[in-house]
């Protein structure tokens, strides 16, 4: 450990011993767990002369258009570092900066609502991620009174609030949103939709078949947030009154299947979200609310959240609680996280010893699963989209437990992989979209990727905060005390524009030509396993995305009807869940073997990958060599019944401006390559045009040189099981198809964009995908 005793910092905490983002060790503010910094303190960091920092920010920026610069070593990695800033650690430099470009725009027609960067550079301001010390930061965590030296479930923070913000954060607050412009939009838009709120119902209560109440929890707890929020800044007591409808509506009598089961204990995801609202309104609304409300408050809160919390740990086979011996979803961060908020809430009040004896249960529970729900590579081995609903069950109970236990007792670190998380979450997106893979989920009302704006906080990731603070969901209270707004940076510089996931769980490959180009290529593939995904996948090995042009041509459809008949039932080999269209093989982008299903006992394996390891610098336009690429082969054998070998590879060609998808397969029964499109397909023996959004793609079959494109509709084969209940429909989607009988393959299928002027497509040479290395198709 370093020795910072001749600084000016003394080792004693300014901010209170027991506050959670002082470090001790360190003296750093946000203290820094696994991926440590390159060894350069902040304290340090002061101390290099101004001028000398910009200089190096300018030589680090580069120009508009500049080459990659593969393995430059002025650009460190931004996941592992940020600790040697080539950016500006002035403090008026910073805010100046940021100031003066303000938050970029977010495209309004796509899905998720992605950012669109300007083709422009600016060396001062995209500089590699960093945190930066600032007085603004000490703005952030102020000294307070309360100490916690052994920090627990039972010594908490004595006042309110003391949930996700303390009262001290919110002192800090209005200054901090005058200083940063992302706080500042982020305020006014949590205004403008607590103000749309206000004038609605209180929100009605609709049973929503398997789903539950969730919806209904969800709603009343992004409105309590939203308007909890409005009351704390600007004391005007309409916005606790209105909040107290949504309370007082939700144990009504005619809210709920019945006056025993208001909050819908069976699909206890419901309880928890209603609990974890109620937890926020009592917290943030305490100095408001009067002894009666309070005293209504807590019994409502005990009798249709916190008690049948409790029998779900107490009372024998309890089936309520099967989630608490659940490791691999997000069941058991969202149950135990909605039991924490509500029990931290009340616990010094709560006659009925309630929350106390649940804090003693959850916080264990949690630790034991819900933690290693992030797989040690960061996946969320449910899917890609129900990471949203995890995540924010866990940050939400991490926050809760800091700022009211003055630790988060173990949930940022027991599992040493979760800080990867969020690169697992940046590297799932793609231009246009994600790679979403398996059941999109209910609606995400609460449920945000603002975990990300605490992870990046807490395990010092500044490209997480850089990241998040872009997209449109970021506007959200929590987003208010989980963003550190000393970030400084741009989150592409420095960063890798590959990635690979080994996992056995859910292996899988992210590429792409940049991170800031909404028509940039990306294609992201997956192998993995079939079964340990709580139940949200798909029969799905091989499945693929591509993004270019600004255009998703191959993409999925997501879930089916969560309402129907066994549709969680299992995985098993004979679920009725495989019986439904998007859920079976011949609804994902891969290859269909017998026309049957792949065996849920896959275990695929990765045979290969290589990627030349470019990294985006400070410009968002990036021109790479065309030797520059990236590949990856699996060995998909085991998801196939009577196949000798199955193996699939896909890579990017010609400086990653078109793609080869190669399969090279041996099996006694007949095969169908399949690609699922919402392109205008024309076909013409070995090669297809696809049209979409007035942008072209060319595909063509390289390989075997007599197969040929054909083309249906998006529905189940004639010769399938019929589902309980039928398909939904899949309007405008076509699947592509090389249909080929029993026999030995290799499948090449080239995709070129057409890039327009200047543009040079190319044919790459045959290579075996054991042969495949990063200069084999030069
Ligand atoms: C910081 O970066 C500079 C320039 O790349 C390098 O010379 C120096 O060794 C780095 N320092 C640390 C502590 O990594
Ligand atoms: C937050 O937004 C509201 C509504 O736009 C505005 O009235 C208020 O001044 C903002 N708060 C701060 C501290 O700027
Ligand atoms: C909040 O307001 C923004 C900006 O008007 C809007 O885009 C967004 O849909 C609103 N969010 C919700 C959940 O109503
Ligand atoms: C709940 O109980 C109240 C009386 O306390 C009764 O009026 C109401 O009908 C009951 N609601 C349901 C759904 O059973
Ligand atoms: C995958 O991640 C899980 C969860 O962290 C871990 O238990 C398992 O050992 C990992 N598998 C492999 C093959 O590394
Ligand atoms: C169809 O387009 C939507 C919107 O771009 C996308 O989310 C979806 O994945 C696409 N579906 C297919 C099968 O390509
Ligand atoms: C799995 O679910 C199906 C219905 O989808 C059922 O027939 C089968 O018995 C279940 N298998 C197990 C092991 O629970
Ligand atoms: C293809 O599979 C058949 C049947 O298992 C086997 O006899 C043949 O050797 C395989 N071909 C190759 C090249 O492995």
Redesign the pocket.
Known sequence: MADYSNLQNNNSNPYGAGDPYYSQSTGYITPMNPPKKAGTSKWVKLGIPIGLVVIAAAVVGGVLGSRAANDDDSTSSASASGGNSSGSSDPGDVASVKAEIGRFATATASEWMMPVYPATTNTAAFTVPTFVDTTDAKLAWPSDDWKSDSPSVTNLRPEHPRIIAPKYKWDALPELIQNDPYLKAWNDTIFGNATEYYSLDPVKYVMDGDSGILDNAREIKMRIKAFSYAYRMTKDTKWADRAWLEVQNAASDDFGPNNDTKWNPSHFLDTAEFSAAYGIAYDWLFDVLTDDQKTQLRADLNTYGLQPGIDTFTVADNYYGWWQKT??GNWNCVCNGGLTLAALAIVDEDTTGNAAALLEKTVPNALGNCV??????G?W?ETANYWYFGNTGHAEMASALQTATGSDLGMFDT?P?YYKTGKYHMYAYGPTSKFDWGDHGPNKFSSTANAVLLYGQYYNQPAYTLFQREQADAAEPWSMFWYDATVNGAFWNGLELDAFF?????QWASMRSSWTDSDALFVAMKAGKNQGHETHNDLDVGDFVLDAMGTRWAGEYGSADYRAKLYFSNDTQESVRWTWFRKMTEGQSTLLINKANQLVTASPSVISSGSSGTKQGSSTVLDVDTDDTAFWVADITSAYDGTTSAKRGVRMLNGRKQVLIQDEVNTSSDIQWRMHTNATVTTDGSSATLERDGKTMKMEILSPSNAKFTTMDAVRLDTDVTPPEPDQENPGITVMMIELDAGEYTIEVLFTPQWGSGFKAVTPSSVALDSWSLTSHN
């Open positions: 490791t691999y290693y729900a992030v797989s040690d590579d996946t081995a599992n992989n080994d996992n056995a769980t859910d």
